[in-house]
């Protein structure tokens, strides 16, 4: 039994299609942590206050969500290669913001709507690879959301993060992994 996973993990890390999707896989990791580490503590923390650091991350989840379900249409309309194509101008958009923004009282508003943006630009992504983790059996899918849900439980009963946080990546596993049918 313990051959067989070797053998079938093997397998997998050979593929070209998993040697294709591995490059968005980790940019999607590295804007992940860009979002929870210095867009929390540079824009959310200095500028709204920790207490709105919540609110940021529901504005993330509520649009991360919704773009997930618009690009899935987009995705078995039209393909990867619109959503590649819109990730790569939101994420210049949004980084280039990000680096040319000068924060004043006027324009505190912006946090919340670059944290929207990120969770636009992180959605395509999901969806480009969860299309491809639907190639895997039904069994896998449902066993990579238990993992999700699991972990996501864990890591927030150890690091005691936010309830919003915690329910923001409980949704997305969800409509990544497709156990939302919608």
């Known amino acids: 039994m313990l051959f067989n996973s070797f053998r079938d993990t ?13 490059p968005i896989s980790i940019y999607l990791g590295m804007v992940i942590a860009f979002l929870i580490s210095e867009l929390t503590r540079s824009y959310a923390s200095c500028i709204l206050g ?5 609110s940021c991350f529901i504005a993330n989840a509520v649009v991360n969500g919704t773009s997930c379900i618009l690009a899935g249409k987009i995705l078995g309309k039209y393909g990867n290669v619109p959503l590649l194509l819109f990730q790569l101008f939101t994420n210049s ?4 913001i990000c ?12 946090v919340y709507v670059l ?24 069994q896998g899918d ?16 150890i690091h005691h993060e936010s309830c919003s946080l915690h329910a923001g990546e409980n949704l997305h596993a969800y409509f990544i992994y497709g156990c939302v049918n919608i």
Not at 93 to 96: D, G, L, P, S, T
Not at 99 to 110: A, F, G, K
């Open 115 to 138: 944290f929207a943006f990120n969770g636009l630009c992180c959605s395509t992504g999901q969806v480009t690879v969860g299309n491809y983790l639907r190639s895997i059996p039904k």
């Open 50 to 54: 920790v207490s709105q650091v919540g």
């Open 99 to 110: 680096l040319l923004w000068i924060p004043t009282p006027s324009t505190t508003w912006l």
């Open 93 to 96: 958009i949004f980084y280039i």
């Open 142 to 157: 449902l066993l990579h959301v238990m993992v999700i849900l699991l972990c996501n439980w864990l890591r927030h009963r």
């Open 10 to 22: 093997f397998k997998q890390i050979i593929m070209l299609k998993q040697i294709l999707i591995t």
